[in-house]
């Protein structure tokens, strides 16, 4: 397939569903033209790449979150370190959407979703079960090397890049706002979410990569983590919540111990002494994770 043919079959499935976007400029309603960008009633025009992504950025965003970030968090992904996080979003989804008694389409936004690993494996899943509806999976990220991987390996959703503080959704466009391990911004998940909608939010539990806040941190004050903080600033924003801890264990082995390295912040503010040791061995690492959910009623 050449570039524009690419491009022009990205083009056809968003303007299905270019009712879902608003222009992050001014807020105008958004048009598929030419079949090669979305456009805003005031002319403000938004390509769609040859990847098949849209880039509702703006401005150009300079993040920490650059393209071996993303391989590394890939690979950490393929290896099954974030499977069972990932299984019980996926078991509350299908729970939930096989009780919903109309058989409309469900549209469900990854907000923050990196290289799109999760949205891929859990739109699969649900796309799969024979009594779930359809599904419309939506991923953005401020990071352009996220989208781009994640539009290459998983053409079925739409993914953007866009910023979450202004995104370039129309009010009450989805059913379910993922957040996975990714900063929050409620008033836009508040606006985003369709009536009777609810926000997944996963955030890291207490001994969530323990061993590397052990090696990294013991002596500093920052070898205890807490998200007691997080989790009264997502009550405050809904009526009704559920949370659900998922913890296990995980042998990583060396290469993969370098990529989780690589991967996560905790290493970010850690000395090369106390990182340096670890990328030699395999190790068994704790995963642990407090899923949140929280929707509003009405
Ligand atoms: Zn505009």
């Known amino acids: 397939m050449s570039n524009n043919e690419k491009v022009l079959k990205k083009a056809q499935k968003l303007s299905i569903h270019e009712k879902m976007f608003q222009c992050p400029i001014c807020g105008g309603a958004m048009k598929v033209e ?4 979305l456009e805003c009633e005031n ?19 300079k993040t920490k979150y650059d393209k071996a970030l993303f391989e590394a968090r ?9 499977g069972p996080m990932v ?47 359809g599904i419309l999976g939506v991923g953005m990220d401020i990071a352009k090397e996220g989208i781009v991987m994640a539009a290459k390996t ?22 379910y706002i993922l957040n996975i391990l990714s900063p ?11 009536s009777g909608g609810s926000l997944v939010k996963v955030i890291p539990d207490r001994l969530y990569l323990q061993e590397l806040r ?7 004050g920052k070898e205890v983590y807490s998200n007691d903080s997080t989790i009264e600033l997502f009550s405050r924003h809904f009526e009704q919540i559920d949370a659900q801890r998922v913890q296990y264990r995980v042998v990583l082995d060396n290469d993969q111990m370098k990529q989780l390295v690589r991967m ?35």
């Open 214 to 220: 052990t090696l990294f941190y013991t002596g500093t």
């Open 87 to 133: 299984e019980a979003v996926t078991n509350r989804l299908i729970h939930e959407l096989k009780s919903r008694e109309s058989v409309k389409s469900v549209k469900l936004l990854d907000a923050g979703c990196g290289e799109g690993s999760h949205l891929s494996t859990i739109g699969h899943k649900l796309r799969e079960h024979p009594l779930v509806p």
């Open 264 to 298: 996560t912040p905790l290493s970010w503010s850690a000395s090369p002494e106390a990182i340096g040791p670890m990328l030699d061995e395999s190790m068994e690492v704790t995963a642990d994770f407090k899923i949140l959910y929280g929707w509003n009623q009405g």
């Open 43 to 61: 002319r403000h025009c938004y390509d769609i790449s040859r990847q098949g992504y849209v880039n509702l950025l703006n401005h150009s965003s």
């Open 34 to 37: 030419r079949m090669a960008s």
């Open 74 to 82: 890939n690979t950490i992904s393929g290896s099954g370190f974030f």
């Open 154 to 175: 998983s053409p079925d959703s739409i993914w953007c890049v866009a910023d979450l503080s202004r995104s370039p959704f129309a009010d009450q466009q989805f059913d």
């Open 184 to 194: 929050s911004n409620y008033s836009e998940f508040r606006r985003l979410l369709a």
